[in-house]
């Protein structure tokens, strides 16, 4: 499929190459009502006022507008400021107002198009007031007050009018995340109702047991994690979805290029709780695990829109599997947020043994800044100059992926099915290519502070605490150095030359891991030559 250029000046995706404007009337109340959510059922909606709406389903082509998305961790939101979003090219804003409702508005103040994530959640009222000249606005969209207005009745006579209300989303909070339906307006409320989000079915309540009768649970393991990228959504889920690469690109770190690498795979049925299994892809891949030590299965599945998941082996034998889910959220062309998340049967807590304890107990930035990171920047440099490096040959042979790519052995039937998908149904993804043909330098590419950690509450804490901890503990090895030179001189003979002398070195040693773990917030120079 051939991209069309988009004009800048259009505002909201459909599916296909088409953007259409969006009408900037609101949809009042566009997070969903329990009421509404309850009613939809399983088989998207029996009932007779939604089975009139025209899903996606329907049509030939996959609607990417018309899906539910992850964008972010409840926990790392604060509720007290609004947050800048973005989401298949739109710019949105995530606020909690006075009902404490997480609600989601395109980012701009209808007045003057200022963005309202640069305003501010008045603590009196709980509206987001714009910063730009004051208006105000409820969890619906609705315009509360416009503080310019001459008296009370031009003002109530200006905020009943449509256009003085924000454009909103429908939203939602399920398994700890906020979903914000793709598209906004009058009709969005209705239209997501059809739409089930790809949830992780181990966590929702009604989830059935992989064994009759064996009663299991589920719960959320490792630590939530999320990380901003620079390449699409197209090439992020590629990789996520590809098993072969491992071994290689995360050589020393999750992987081992010395292993096996023989591997088969397998063709599942869609799974049976996907939004829409025709928009899926299932597989069994059987190779060798480093963990496990010995050849095993693992099924792996994509579910349209944004969720890529991983069996994980279980740790003992006769236990249940985990599940390691992926999100992978369309926020521009060229760019793309990944969440991240580990999720374990309560049953597999008894053999875990000292590591799996270690595993549980880490605070969440040491996961994020010692571990999670580290396996991202194994990827970025290559997706990032093969997307570019696509871009370029599609010029040349079109965006016919089976005549750039060769893809000769089972390891890759999951790409090679993904790639199909995308091109059949998928209309070539969920946004157009990013034609710039700069790739970024290595700093910037692999910078995690603009990532990840000052959106991350627990890394931006810690980076705080490293800081000082840096300064403080500076400032006490030049207190053991001095004490070093004045017992010398003192000739004393209570052995302190050699206490200071010590302390200095512990000292040191913990500054220069304050450092490093400062460093890690910001740029670790990731070398696959030296890996």
Not at 151 to 156: L, P
Not at 252 to 261: E, N, P
Request: aromatic share 8%.
């Amino acid at each position: 499929m051939v991209w069309a250029r988009r004009p800048r000046q259009r505002e909201a995706s459909t599916s296909g190459r088409v953007k259409q404007r969006v009408n900037p009337v609101p949809s009042y109340a566009a997070t969903i009502p329990l009421d509404v959510v309850e009613s939809v059922s399983r088989d998207h909606l029996q009932s007779t006022t939604v089975n009139k709406v025209k899903t996606a389903q329907d049509r030939d082509t996959y609607d990417w507008a018309k899906q539910w998305y992850p964008l972010a961790f409840v926990e790392d939101l604060d509720p007290k400021v609004p947050h800048a979003m973005e989401l298949l090219g739109q710019r949105l804003v995530l606020w909690r107002d006075a009902e404490q409702q997480w609600r989601c508005f395109q980012d701009k103040c209808p007045h003057r198009l200022a963005p309202l994530s640069e305003g501010r959640i008045e603590p009196s009222d709980g509206t987001l007031m714009c910063s730009y000249h004051g208006w105000r606005f409820a969890g619906d969209g609705k315009c509360t007050d416009i503080p310019q207005s001459l008296d009370a009745k031009a003002n109530a006579a200006a905020c009943s009018n449509l256009r003085s209300c924000a454009v909103s989303h429908p939203t939602q909070v399920l398994q700890g995340k906020v979903w914000v339906f793709g598209e906004g307006g009058p009709r969005a409320l209705i239209d997501s109702a059809a739409v089930k989000p790809a949830l992780i079915e181990e966590l929702c309540p009604d989830y059935p047991p992989r064994e009759k009768g064996s009663g299991e649970t589920y719960f959320v393991a490792g630590k939530h994690y999320f990380r901003d990228l620079p390449y699409s959504w197209n090439t992020l889920v590629e990789n996520l979805v590809d098993p072969a690469h491992l071994n290689y690109s995360h050589h020393g770190v999750i992987g081992d290029r010395g292993l096996d690498q023989t591997m088969k795979i397998e063709m599942n049925d869609p799974p049976a709780t996907a939004p829409s299994p025709r928009d899926s892809i299932s597989m069994a891949v059987t190779n060798y695990d480093m963990f496990a030590k010995g050849q095993v299965t693992q099924d792996m599945q994509f579910i349209a829109p944004c969720l890529s998941r991983w069996g994980v082996p279980p740790l003992q034998k006769g236990k249940m599997p985990g599940v390691m889910p992926m999100y992978v959220i369309p926020t521009a062309p060229g760019r793309s947020r990944l969440l991240w998340s580990f999720v374990m049967p309560r049953s597999s807590m008894s053999g875990m043994g000292l590591f799996g304890l270690i595993f549980m107990a880490q605070p969440r930035w040491l996961a994020h800044l010692f571990g999670t990171n580290r396996v991202l920047d194994g990827d970025s440099a290559l997706l990032h100059a093969q997307e570019k490096i696509i871009l370029e040959q599609e010029q040349l042979v079109g965006h016919d992926l089976q005549k750039l790519y060769y893809m000769p052995t089972q390891a890759d039937r999951i790409v090679a099915a993904f790639r199909k998908w995308l091109a059949d149904r998928g209309g070539g993804g969920p946004l157009p290519p990013d034609e710039s043909p700069a790739l970024l330098p290595k700093p910037e590419l692999l910078n995690h502070y603009t990532q990840h950690v000052q959106k991350c509450p627990a890394c931006l804490k810690a980076l705080r605490v490293f800081k000082a901890m840096r300064i403080i503990t500076a400032a006490l090895v030049g207190v053991c150095a001095l004490g070093v030179v004045s017992t010398i001189s003192a000739r004393s003979l209570l052995g302190l030359p050699l206490k200071f002398t010590a302390a200095g070195i512990i000292l040191m040693g913990a500054w220069m891991w304050l450092d490093n773990a400062v460093q890690r917030c910001y740029y670790v120079p990731y070398e696959h030559s030296h890996t």
